[in-house]
């Protein structure tokens, strides 16, 4: 039976990366490729207990209210500096993204983004079938100078997004100067800026830097990738006007979010003593993990790979020399290690040499393995 997609769905790019996942699932291939935190890192434990105490009330298996369990977003509110009534949680922050994408654009009007781009969120306004502007992303972050030399030419874009903390996938983390010259644009042109941040605690390396300011900035964060991905608790910290909006949106959506996943990220993010501790080993983890993925990358690839230091976060975004990195894919599928093309992030530029690695997933001496398998791909290619 043949039936017609809609034109929102016609619009929306497939995610290389979800297709990866299927691939990096056989027996024998180390992963390099998706996003996902370490499982060996997961408080299984004390996850465990947060169950517990969870499934000890029963209205833990009620419905509960579209923007969350009071005492989550409480516990949110409390780590954001926040106040309560500007935080909806929801399905993972990606559900946040979709709904604003809903809420906020209409056909046609136009959403700035970074190139290459965060996935998710370039589909997610595609599926509301934005007009799409990228601009190549800077050291700093954001290019707020070619934001604003377009601006005073007379593009008015409904939204800016940007993931601000260890950018997916450059690694890039804003400046000072970046977010808080973004928040004025925002301010002087009446755009809405949202700062995606699911990585900003898992840095390891120098001073974290203020959130964007001003009241024109959407916030959203994610417990998945400190906690656990399974919760599926994310957040958007906006205007209590905004939080409305996507709230009555929201119960078209799915009605509520589970009440029992969030009273355990509830409990596990009001236990901040040990949120800290946990966080702060992850950190260390994280760091020694990306240390052995950039060893291994001078080890087995040196003179033919350049590659940002990762600071934090999870990803390595790399450029091989005169490689078609979506060509080399296959090769290295065939030695048993996986990676995303950068061809997969582009949405203007080609980024046909860059690639996605992701050292938060694998254990050093694997990484250093996978280094090694992607490096005889590339003689073979």
């Not at 890039?172 to 010259?181: D, E, F, K, P, Y």
Request: negative net charge; glycine residues 8%.
């Amino acid at each position: 039976m043949s039936i017609p997609p809609s034109r929102a769905l016609e619009s929306i790019r497939g995610s290389a990366i979800r297709d990866l996942l299927a691939v990096t699932e056989r027996p024998g291939v180390l992963s390099l490729a998706g996003g996902l935190p370490a499982t060996d890192l997961i408080p299984t434990g004390r996850i465990a207990v947060a169950a517990q105490r969870a499934i000890a009330d029963a209205s833990a298996l009620q419905y509960t209210a579209s923007t969350g369990v009071a005492r989550c977003r409480e516990a949110i509110a409390h780590l954001q500096c926040a106040a309560p009534e500007q935080i909806l949680i929801t399905h993972g922050s990606q559900q946040a993204l979709s709904l604003l994408a809903q809420a906020l654009v209409d056909p046609g009007s136009t959403v700035v983004v970074d190139d290459p781009v965060y996935v998710g969120a370039l589909q997610s306004f595609q599926a509301v079938c934005a007009r799409i502007v990228a601009l190549p992303i800077t050291g700093a972050g954001t290019n707020v100078a070619e934001l604003e030399t377009r601006l005073r030419s007379g593009l008015r874009p409904r939204i800016v997004h940007t993931v601000s903390n260890f950018h997916n996938p450059s690694g890039v983390t804003a400046s000072a100067h970046t977010r808080i010259r973004l928040a004025e644009l925002a301010d002087q042109y009446g755009f809405l800026a949202i700062e995606d941040d699911p990585y900003g605690a898992l840095r390891f390396t120098g001073d974290p830097i203020d959130p964007i300011p001003g009241d024109r900035v959407i916030r959203l964060g994610s417990a998945s990738k400190i906690l656990a991905p399974a919760l599926r608790v994310g957040w958007m910290q906006a205007p209590p006007s905004i939080v409305g909006m996507v709230e009555r949106l929201r119960q078209s959506a799915d009605l509520c979010g589970s009440a029992f996943s969030q009273l355990m990220t509830a409990d596990l993010l009001s236990d901040t003593g040990w949120l800290a501790d946990h966080v702060d080993r992850l950190c260390a983890q994280y760091r020694v993990r990306a240390t052995a993925l950039t060893d291994a990358l001078d080890r087995h690839l040196g003179g033919r790979i350049d590659w940002r230091p990762p600071e934090g976060g999870m990803f390595c975004w790399a450029r091989l020399h005169d490689v078609d990195t979506s060509n080399l894919l296959p090769a290295a599928l065939y030695q048993g290690v996986a990676f995303v093309p950068g061809r997969a992030f582009a949405v203007s530029d080609d980024l046909g040499e860059y690639l996605r690695l992701s050292f938060a997933t694998l254990p050093p001496a694997e990484l250093d393995e996978g280094v090694r398998r992607l490096a005889t791909a590339l003689d073979h290619l």
